[in-house]
């Protein structure tokens, strides 16, 4: 058994860019997919809008740690190789494409339906009333529930240390098996996330009151 010391403190900050960057490739993966899915479900054709429905149950009514095992064994049955990172980085697009698509969906939704009246009396087909009239809106209704989901993601990185890949909290893992310093070592991981994560929760919420005070006024 080794001390802990101030190179297992580097060994285990140096992992904070891993769960950075899987936070990163995962929302933008996600955000990809829910537009997908958020037109799919405020769309007019009624089988798109089942399949998004159904896209949506599965993964938010399955455990997140499910998915990630499934996105690292499945590419191989099919002859695949897929490493550690890649599976969470597809495991988790996944998973956030389909929080991000009922929250952008809810937030197109929200959008008055005067506004989609009045564009389509100018002529607009579906296309340029969701792009030039609905989407700016949407958009800025959206921002806070799409940042805080960005924050459950980030914790959510921490999942991903099952499949072998070493961020923030396999990273601790690692030294505490080397250390057996539990509290020491997870009470610095603990800190650590709440310093990336308390100030885009703090920001979130922020949004959510000039929303609201917007609305007022409104």
Same mark, same amino acid.
């Given at each position: 058994?080794?001390?802990?010391?101030?190179?297992?403190?580097?060994?285990?900050?140096?992992?904070?860019?891993?769960?950075?960057?899987?936070?990163?490739?995962?929302? @933008?993966? &996600?955000? #990809? +997919?829910?537009?997908?899915? !958020?037109? *799919? /479900?405020?769309?007019?054709?009624?089988?798109?809008?089942? $399949?998004?429905?159904?896209?949506?149950?599965?993964?938010?009514?399955?455990?997140?740690?499910?998915?990630?095992?499934?996105?690292?064994?499945?590419?191989?049955?099919?002859?695949?190789?897929?490493?550690?990172?890649?599976?969470?980085?597809?495991?988790?697009?996944?998973?956030?494409?389909?929080?991000?698509?009922?929250?952008?969906?809810?937030?197109?939704?929200?959008?008055?339906?005067?506004?989609?009246? @009045?564009? &389509?009396? #100018? +002529?607009?087909?579906?296309? !340029?009333? *969701? /792009?030039?009239?609905?989407?700016?809106?949407?958009?800025? $209704?959206?921002?806070?529930?799409?940042?805080?989901?960005?924050?459950?993601?980030?914790?959510?990185?921490?999942?991903?240390?099952?499949?072998?890949?070493?961020?923030?909290?396999?990273?601790?893992?690692?030294?505490?098996?080397?250390?057996?310093?539990?509290?020491?070592?997870?009470?610095?991981?603990?800190?650590?996330?709440?310093?990336?994560?308390?100030?885009?929760?703090?920001?979130?919420?922020?949004?959510?009151?000039?929303?609201?005070?917007?609305?007022?006024? !409104?």
């Amino acid at each position: 058994m080794r001390s802990f010391g101030p190179n297992e403190v580097f060994y285990i900050l140096a992992a904070v860019r891993w769960t950075l960057l899987l936070s990163i490739v995962a929302f @933008a993966g &996600g955000s #990809l +997919g829910g537009v997908v899915v !958020a037109l *799919m /479900r405020a769309g007019s054709i009624r089988a798109l809008r089942w $399949i998004a429905f159904a896209y949506i149950k599965i993964f938010q009514g399955t455990p997140l740690l499910m998915q990630l095992v499934l996105a690292f064994f499945i590419p191989g049955i099919f002859g695949l190789d897929v490493d550690p990172w890649a599976a969470a980085a597809i495991g988790l697009s996944l998973h956030a494409s389909a929080f991000l698509g009922e929250i952008w969906r809810g937030a197109i939704e929200v959008v008055p339906r005067g506004q989609w009246e @009045a564009s &389509g009396a #100018l +002529g607009l087909r579906y296309w !340029a009333q *969701m /792009r030039l009239v609905i989407a700016p809106q949407a958009i800025r $209704i959206a921002i806070p529930p799409s940042v805080g989901f960005l924050v459950q993601l980030i914790k959510a990185t921490s999942l991903a240390s099952i499949i072998g890949f070493v961020e923030l909290t396999r990273a601790a893992q690692v030294i505490n098996n080397a250390t057996f310093q539990p509290f020491t070592i997870f009470g610095l991981v603990g800190l650590t996330y709440f310093i990336i994560c308390w100030p885009l929760s703090a920001y979130s919420r922020r949004m959510e009151r000039r929303l609201a005070e917007a609305s007022a006024r !409104a």
